[in-house]
């Protein structure tokens, strides 16, 4: 029975950080995710300040046989990040972010969320690949993959990924980097949480904005497979400075909306581009006119010059923390004509206003990485990444029918899908999935290194790579 053992007087003395246990005032902010439909109770939260409080927290809970999870931004979908009388190994107090402009590194701490990361790296016109929600946290996201808006031009996180400071389950704290314990190196790009505490990453940085352009174009449902063919069609002719999405979403209450389209449903047609630091990008705009002629009339078609930090934190409101989530994803070769039937029959299902499909375009650099250096499951071939998102407001009402209709969704697509992996940082919980389809022929490497350097199997609060025998 956790709730009769002190943890306080077991753990305060050995590490820096605060300890936070149930019927502290700030426990239930503590426990709380971003996922509202997760409601765990750990026994004991180490919110931990450096790689040595990491260490003592994993020491203690493996003394006490209790099990760990480790929260870096919260935003594990399926709350691997909290458990229910455990230890959680918290991580958001370590958000340090350091830049060298002149070697354009940043050191970034485990915990550090994405838009903590964009405004220290912004600060010399330089960022690092990664996610599109600024309150993402950026292990989380770096150790799956990481793709968003820069994927085209600079690859995935886990590509920019050049060292990391990692403690392991014995406690002992390593570096890991290309020279460096390699292997583990390798599988740290890609394998997730399952290998150690990452309490810092080191990013090779890119030069991007300050400015960036955006163009969007925003049809109605009854033009979903003409606009689903424009965009198969505009994929293989972008620029290399120039990113594109289609999104199937209500359309947002924002002043650039005339009012009668406010909130209806249909399809977006994202064009942003990175060309040019003042966020005049002329090939963006040569996209956004190609769009326009080659398609029906947009109900709206909105293009501004934005701040790269300002794209990055576009969409936070309506992905707040609370709502509740439900996702999955897959990987495509292209919009093919029977894929659209699928993607427009059931888009026209979703009943949440706050319910979307994103389409990310990955070419470009995500290709020309060489995809054996890191774990990550996905081959280098162009593909698309589609997430299926159903989600509620905080009070939860539909989010059953948001969750049926993800999953029938999902399981129409699948047979029309790319089979070489699917994406662990959007596998739901209960996915039906088993982890070695997530890294197809990587898993048995990640297997090995997993028995190396955590034989017990102490990090497993993840899509979870058991130890090879
Ligand atoms: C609103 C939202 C937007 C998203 N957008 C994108 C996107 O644009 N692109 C994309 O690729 N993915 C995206 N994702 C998916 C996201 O990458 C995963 O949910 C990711 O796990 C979140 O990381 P986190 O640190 O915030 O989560 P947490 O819940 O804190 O952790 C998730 C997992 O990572 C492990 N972990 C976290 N930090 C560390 C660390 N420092 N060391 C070791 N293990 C660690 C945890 O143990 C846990 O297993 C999004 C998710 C959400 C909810």
Redesign the pocket.
């Known amino acids: 029975m956790t709730a009769t053992i002190d943890h306080s007087s077991g753990l305060s003395g050995r590490m820096t950080g605060d300890v936070v246990l149930p019927g502290d005032a700030d426990y239930d902010d503590a426990r709380r995710?971003?996922?509202g439909t997760v409601d765990r109770r750990p026994a004991v939260i180490a919110r931990c300040r450096d790689a040595a409080d990491v260490a003592a927290a994993i020491t203690y809970a493996r003394s006490e046989g209790l099990e760990i999870?480790?929260?870096?931004?919260?935003?594990?979908?399926p709350g691997?990040?909290v458990v229910d009388d455990g230890l959680v190994v918290d991580?958001s107090a370590m958000n340090s972010v350091q830049v060298d402009p002149a070697t354009r590194r940043a050191r970034v701490g485990?915990?550090a969320l994405l838009s903590e990361m964009d405004a220290a790296t912004q600060e010399y016109g330089l960022a690092v690949p990664c996610?599109?929600?600024g309150h993402?946290?950026?292990?989380?996201?770096t150790?799956?993959?990481?793709?968003?808006w820069l994927t085209r031009m600079a690859g995935l996180s886990v590509d920019a990924m050049r060292g990391a400071e990692v403690v392991l389950a014995d406690g002992r704290t390593v570096h890991a980097s290309a020279d460096e314990n390699p292997d583990l190196f390798w599988a740290l790009r890609g394998g997730?949480?399952n290998f150690?505490?990452?309490?810092e990453f080191e990013f090779e940085c890119y030069p991007v904005g300050p400015m960036v352009s955006i163009g969007m174009l925003f049809y109605g449902l009854d033009d979903a497979a003409a606009v689903l063919r424009l965009a198969r069609e505009t994929v293989p002719t972008l620029p290399p400075s120039v990113t594109f999405q289609v999104i199937a979403m209500n359309a947002p209450p924002e002043p650039f909306v005339p009012e009668a389209v406010r909130f209806r449903p249909g399809y977006a047609l994202v064009v942003i581009g990175m060309g040019d630091p003042g966020g005049a990008d002329t090939d963006a705009d040569a996209v956004c006119e190609s769009l326009r002629a080659g398609g029906p009339p947009p109900l709206f078609d909105f293009r501004s010059p934005m701040p790269y930090v300002a794209l990055q934190q576009m969409i936070d409101e309506p992905?707040a923390w609370g709502v509740h989530?439900y996702d999955k994803s897959c990987f495509l070769t292209e919009l093919s004509d029977p894929i659209i039937e699928v993607v427009t029959e059931h888009v026209a299902r979703k009943q949440s206003p706050l319910s979307v499909v994103n389409v990310l375009t990955a070419d470009g650099a995500y290709c020309d990485a060489d995809g054996d250096a890191t774990s990550f499951g996905g081959e280098r071939t162009p593909r698309l990444l589609v997430f299926i998102i159903g989600l509620t407001l905080p009070d939860g009402v539909g989010f059953e029918a948001e969750r049926d209709w993800v999953r029938a969704f999902h399981t129409a697509l699948m047979p029309l899908a790319i089979t070489d992996a699917i994406y662990v940082?959007?596998m739901g919980s209960g996915d039906g999935h088993g982890v070695s389809a997530l890294y197809g022929r990587k898993y048995e490497r990640l297997a090995r290194i997993k028995a190396e350097v955590d034989p017990e199997n102490v990090f497993h609060?993840?899509a979870n790579i058991l130890p090879a025998p």
């Open positions: 995710r971003w996922n999870a480790v929260r870096g931004g919260g935003h594990s979908i691997h990040s991580l485990g915990g996610g599109q929600i993402t946290g950026v292990g989380g996201l150790l799956g993959g990481g793709f968003g997730g949480g150690g505490v990452v309490t992905n989530c940082n959007a609060r993840n």
